[in-house]
């Protein structure tokens, strides 16, 4: 038997044979350049590397972010700031979870998407309109209730470290809320009603059963909030609380504002990347703890609801104030103030026009950057969620060492935060054309939000049964017809879930496109940010409201044309 | 005349005979756990082979490397004679010419049973006509032409396993693989989807190798069994070879219900006996065998005699028992019964009616007793 004897020309050496040669290498590849060298090429800049004046190594700029104590006192707040917010997105998500999943409110699947609407929304244009309802001297309450109690009264500054963490904890909220809810769902009832027959009651079974059985799950919410926290640079950023300013921000402006220093951006980037890793290491024991308790056993029936009595009303009224609040006062003052000619917020003197809102949004720089956002919106998440794809499939049907670094190299962003991801690019793709393209900040999204497609595509292809593809290669299929035919199109819902969850992302990003933008290639994100900062106040809402509309559009044909469940899409 | 015909046929018969699979010292490891260890064989063009065996006996995961679906650590595999895989080369599952019929069906859900069976042939270049011709005919050999538009999930599980047949014999291939394709059906359709297999492989006319854990099934379908376990081969023959002499303990315990008595093999008057602990007297034993010493015997519940006390006293290897608990089948009358300090399985004709409690001569006729080889 030779070999020229063979069927086909199809043997290979088997570390090269199938998905590893043609898949898993080039996916290395891939995430290798996406994510491991700006990281690298931000620590290089920390040391001096990108200046071209000054070549050579050196160390003060990393010096002074670990010495000097102004540094430290920003690393103690923001670790701190992080943590409280996490601390308030758990306990009040974990919260609502429980009213939503163990009692019988009405209305549940309504409350459900009320609490975590904020999820679908943009933090950044919150912040900006709770400035328009809050800011100490023109926020929209304080000037109204002004005609009651008087000139001097000023009910609410969100301009504040309590107004950051008010705004901030809107917006994670829905994280605590979903992961908890997981755990609740996951739970083998019985387990409750083990505890009602031996005689405990309601609140002996939260504190005995109930709680134990999702602490893992809420320990896991609170170390990914913390870490989501400490990178957001926005909230912080356009509230500019003078006495408080976050890691996040002082990287920006000493990327940004002139003097530009790119080694102190990347140093300080550099502590922020390692302070992320901790929050990640503490995330991952969490979520290991979190699998001892996963009872996917006599699933099926319903747990006991708790019947609330009087207190449902209760409930329902402060589930519907949360809402009012959280979602229904930002939009409207926004919707407002889009539409006055010039700055007003008391209602007394409000004049509406559609002269302003129309003269913004058709001004050549707001069509300029709606293109962008909506090509960055629709590519971003196409690219990811292939990319995801690939990777879930790579790691899922071919294990080995080689599918554990790919895997583990893809939720890696997740520790790198936007702004400290776009401070490593600005060095690496400076002299490249791409740089100040939109391109640009294509590759800089698709590596931020590799971990959410590959997580998401990951969890449809657990549930495809591996002999669906192994029937296509007996069939005489090679993996990419099989992934194509077989794979693609049973794990359509969980992509077209990422999907719109990556185009959320996409289209209300900031964090890295602030560092990354041109005038050629900015977004709706970095107008409203421009608008704010120059006092354009009635500007800024209006490219916000465009903006919060694009992603309306986006969830509602999501929701309603291909049927994607949205609290599914987290 | 007569005789030089059958001569002329028996040449034939050897050169037409080609070998369509060799497996040859396939050991399989998953870290420093061999799931399987150094198993040889060969199937023969047309054959029907059944890999037999608990769970865990390496079985799956030899037809898996058979496949392609799961890498060798060592050994070699060829199909048709083409070397397919060693320790250091593979040919990739899509070029080795074989197709699968899985435990799960793996019916495409996504397609209608037409796009299922057809999904192998646009692999292949062939015309469209050519397609839709063949696509048919695999339709009509498993009676779902009627259904060819329909999606896979409308289909019920015996249905959905005909259009997996039909999507694997549909190919054409080399070496037709089942794993396990029954025991996801409930027992009646079983034994007709096991007919239908049986006569969609005379049809085919090509070698297939059929995992199983059911010994019945392996029994009824196959030409040889190869019976497994804990990734050895215990033993390989035909079926009634496997049932009527099993060379070991396992072989024995495995396929079928039986009696297993040990004990001292001595030579008496001419003839032997095997002394069995417990047993009020030595049974003598049908052979001149030389091996004295101990050894083990197999009795199959069948081959024990069920005598009422008007024939009894008669027979050789006649005991005294006690009936210990009876099960009425019908066709026949599973009795366990004591004899001395031994418990026997016994599988008496229906017509036997005894109740629990009766004394009744059990025989274990002499030539009835198989002795185990190799005795673990």
Known sequence: MTETAAPRAGRRPKWLAGLTGTLLLPLLAVLVILIVVPVLAMFYGAVGGWDRKNPGIRFDALLEVVADPEYLWTYAGTIGLSLLIAAIAVVVGAAFAWILARTDVRWRGAFELGVIAPLFLSPFIGAVAWIMLAAPNSGMINVNLRHIFGPDFTLLNVMSVPGMVWVLSIYYIPYGYLMVAAALRNMDPSLEDASYVNGHGHFRTIMTVTLPVIRPAMTAAFFFVAVLTTGVFSVPGVLAVNDFVPIAVRIYRAATVYPTDLATASALGTVLFVVTVIGIFFYRNAVKQTARFVTVTSRGFRPRLIRLGKWRGVAQTVLVIYFVVTVVMPYAAITLVAFTPYAQTDFAQMQFSFKSFLSVVTSGRVATATLNTVILGVLAPTVSVLLGLLIGFAVQRRRGRLAAVIDYLATLPVAIPGIVLATGMVGLYIRTPIYATIWLLLVAFVASYIPHATRLSSNGLVQIDKSLEEAAYVNGARWPKALRTITLPLAKPSLLSAWIMVFIFATREINSTIILYSPRSTVLSVLTWDYIGNGGVPQAAAVGLLQTLILIVGIVVARFVFKVRLSSAV | ?376
């Open chain 2, 1 to 376: 005349m007569i005789e030089t015909g059958v001569a002329a046929i028996r040449t034939e018969a050897v050169t037409d005979t080609r070998i369509a699979l060799e497996v040859k010292d396939l050991v399989v490891k998953y870290g420093d756990v061999a799931a399987v260890k150094g198993v040889s064989f060969q199937v023969l063009d047309g054959e029907f082979v059944t890999l037999l065996g608990p769970s865990g006996c390496g079985k799956t995961t030899t037809l898996r490397c058979i496949a392609g679906l799961e890498d060798l650590t060592s050994g070699y595999i060829e199909i048709s004679g083409h070397r397919v895989a060693d320790a250091g080369k593979s040919v990739p599952t899509q070029d080795r010419n074989i197709n699968m019929v899985f435990q799960s069906y793996a019916v495409w859900p996504h397609m209608t049973v037409r796009r299922n069976v057809a999904y192998g042939l646009s692999n292949k270049g062939l015309s469209k006509a050519e397609i839709r011709e063949r696509t048919d005919e695999a339709l009509a050999m498993v009676r779902l032409e009627a259904f060819a538009e329909r999606y896979a999930t409308e289909l019920s599980g015996g249905q959905q396993q005909r259009v997996a047949l039909a999507r694997a014999v549909v190919t054409k291939p080399d070496l037709l693989l089942f794993d396990e394709p029954l025991s996801n059906l409930d027992a009646g359709l079983r034994e007709r989807m096991r007919e239908e297999i049986m006569q969609l492989h005379r049809r085919i006319g090509r070698a297939a190798i059929y995992v199983t854990h059911d010994q019945s099934e392996a029994m009824a379908m196959s030409d040889r069994v190869i019976l497994m376990n804990v990734g050895s081969i215990e033993q390989t023959g035909r079926p009634r070879e496997l049932y009527g002499r099993p060379r070991t303990r396992f072989a024995a315990e495995f396929i079928g219900t039986t009696n297993i008595l040990s004990g001292e093999v001595a030579r008496r008057d001419g003839r032997h006996w095997l002394n069995v602990p417990g047993l009020p007297a030595p049974l003598a034993l049908a052979g001149l065998d030389d091996s004295l010493g101990e050894h083990s015997f197999v009795c199959r519940p069948e081959s024990v005699i069920v005598e009422t006390a008007a024939t009894a006293g008669r027979s050789e290897n006649a005991f005294a028992a006690e009936v210990v608990s009876v099960a009425y089948l019908g066709n026949a009358c599973d009795l366990v019964v004591s004899v001395g300090d031994y418990t026997l399985r016994v599988s008496a004709p229906g017509d036997l009616d005894v109740p629990i409690g009766a004394e009744v001569t059990v025989v274990l006729p002499p030539e009835r007793l198989v002795r185990i080889e190799e005795d673990r």
